[in-house]
């Protein structure tokens, strides 16, 4: 009775939107933020259970914001609101915050430990295999712009272990000015009542709540659809088992820099046995120029399977 109360509670509301948001404007389809603006109505909802999710992070922003305060790091505003009318771009920043007699803008994110573990600089976040992980910089790229700031602090927490790291970001003026066209892009579509073409990278499709207008039309256009039960039955298992293999080979890593750094070569914890053994290579060290000599260009297949639409 009570989980299906809070569920139903926990339903979401859809909005008109009539500008672009500085949170999504690094999103890699042109065709999502246009139908953000044109066809919101019809943008698939986020299930209760992905609404008390994101209820998880908002509560460890706001955990995130006392720790500031206890650390004697003084939060000046929060969630103050920035227009562009120009380009219609809007945001709310989640904070700033004064270091050493210096200002910074700060944007707070969460995520889990096996997302935290391979953020390792601001390199990492702009490169990451995760599309909406690559948003973070443009969003706060677009917050600096519009508050006239250099510098600010992507701050992340990891929801699994409580842990944090942060990362100074300076103002970028090639992807500020990128992002820019991006917003007039969308402008000129939303005003003409046109469509851009798709993104052609189909990864990041995964989870957009436009799947259901954007990809029968692909299908007819771009893809050949076959009909096979049993692989179709082995492609469900494979996305049902991959998390778990996720997460084993995290917790593998991490156990084996722990056991390395014992300098033992065998060990008991409890009823596990663990052993160390040293091996010997041999390692042929070929010079560059003999190297080339021998190089042939070979042609090979790499297969990349993505999930289109949830179940």
């Given amino acids: 009775m009570i989980v299906d109360r809070i569920l ?18 690094g999103h890699e389809c042109l065709r999502y933020l246009v139908y953000n ?28 914001l006392r720790d500031l305060i206890d650390a004697g790091i003084q939060v000046i505003e929060q969630q103050r609101p920035f227009t562009w009318d120009k380009y219609k771009i ?13 200002i910074y803008l700060l944007e707070i994110k969460t995520c889990n430990s096996h997302i935290f573990n391979t953020l390792k600089s601001v390199e990492s976040i702009k490169n990451h295999k ?33 842990n944090m790291k942060e990362f ?8 500020a000015e990128s992002l820019i066209k991006k917003a007039e892009a969308v402008n000129k579509h939303v005003e003409t009542g046109t469509v851009p073409e798709p993104v052609s990278d189909f990864s990041v499709c995964s989870y957009c709540p436009f799947t259901h207008i954007c990809l029968p039309e692909r299908k007819a256009d771009e893809l050949d659809i076959i009909t096979d039960p049993e692989l179709d039955e082995l492609l469900h298992k494979r996305q049902e088992l991959k998390r778990y293999v996720e997460e084993f080979e995290e917790i593998d890593k991490k156990v084996k820099d722990k056991i390395l750094t014992l300098e033992k070569d065998k060990l008991v914890i409890g009823k596990f046995l ?15 120029e003999i190297k080339r000599q021998f190089a042939t260009a070979k042609e090979y297949k790499q297969l990349k399977i993505t999930v289109l639409e949830e179940d």
């Fill in 90 to 102: 809007t945001g709310y920043i989640d904070a700033k915050v004064k270091i050493d007699d210096k």
């Fill in 274 to 288: 663990l052993e160390i053994k040293h091996i010997k290579k041999t390692l042929y060290e070929v010079p560059e």
């Fill in 8 to 25: 139903e509670s926990k339903k979401p509301q859809l909005y008109p939107v009539h500008s672009n948001r500085a949170s999504e404007l």
């Fill in 37 to 64: 603006r044109t066809r919101w109505q019809e943008k698939a909802k986020p299930s209760p259970n992905l609404m008390l999710k994101l209820a998880i992070g908002n509560a460890f922003e706001t955990m995130v």
């Fill in 168 to 175: 100074l970001v300076q103002l970028d003026y090639e992807l």
């Fill in 130 to 162: 995760l599309h909406y992980v690559r948003k973070y910089i443009s969003q706060i790229t677009l917050y600096l712009l519009l508050a006239g700031y250099e510098e600010g602090i992507l701050l992340f927490k990891d929801t699994g272990t409580g």
